[in-house]
């Protein structure tokens, strides 16, 4: 089976730019979440869906948004990027639902690496 | 915000040595997980204790997790090289849908020098 799969892997853009990130999660994983990852930090929490609805949202700016598509595949949207918005964007795809153990349990993609000049 | 607190933040040790690697929390959990990231890619799944265990093992890890001190530790026996990577504990803070919502603590950097 395929792991969580993300794209573009590296991309360069300018201040005030927009941004898509693509994520395909793992086969029968019907939850996909989004991290952000500063250099030297641990991944930080911006959005959760499960079965097309948002079911959490980090401490980022109206700036961030996403959504998840009928085949359980997800788009991160940066607008109006900012130098601080450098990062690794970290996708995971995780079984999702509030029971069971492990339904949290995360496996990650490599990444988007996101740098704005 | 980060709710963990990991420490120490980098450790460097001979191979075949123990590494032991902590992690301290804010609030109360549902579970605490530990993730190994090899040179900021993506990280991968090692392990997950839940909050009414106390002590966990698969192959050469061992967690402990102490909820009245909320923290958790994590040992790697027998280190080798290919252990050389960061390891971030992540805590699941909520119930229900909060539960999916990981906190990363900052990491250890691990260095296994051969």
């Known amino acids: 089976d395929a792991g969580v799969t993300q794209s573009p892997t590296h991309l360069i853009k300018t201040r005030g730019q927009h941004v898509t990130l693509r994520c395909s999660p793992i086969s029968g994983h019907k939850s996909v979440s989004w991290y952000q990852q500063v250099l030297g930090q641990g991944p930080q929490f911006i959005f959760q869906?499960?079965?097309?609805?948002?079911?959490g949202r980090g401490n980022f700016p109206d700036r961030f948004s996403a959504r998840q598509f009928p085949n359980y595949s997800s788009e991160l949207n940066v607008n109006a990027l900012l130098l601080g918005d450098s990062a690794l964007y970290l996708c995971?795809?995780?079984?999702?639902?509030?029971?069971?153990?492990?339904?949290?349990?995360?496996?990650f993609g490599a990444g988007s690496r996101l740098t704005v000049l | 915000s980060q709710q963990g607190e990991e420490d120490p933040q980098a450790l460097s040790i001979q191979e075949g040595e123990n590494a032991t690697m902590n992690c301290s929390y804010k609030?109360?959990?549902?579970?605490l997980q530990w993730y190994r990231q090899n040179s900021g890619r993506g990280l991968v799944h090692l392990i997950l204790i839940r909050s009414n265990e106390r002590e966990k093992h698969s192959g050469r890890l061992r967690v402990t997790l102490d909820t009245s001190k909320k923290s958790s530790s994590l040992l790697i026996t027998a280190s080798r090289a290919a252990d050389t990577a960061s390891y971030f504990c992540a805590t699941a803070p909520g119930w229900g849908w909060g539960a999916q919502k990981l906190v990363f603590g900052q990491g250890t950097r691990l260095t296994i020098n051969p």
């Open positions: 869906y499960y079965e097309k609805e948002e079911r």
């Open positions: 609030t109360s959990i549902n579970n």
């Open positions: 995971a795809s995780s079984r999702g639902g509030i029971s069971g153990s492990g339904a949290n349990v995360l496996t």
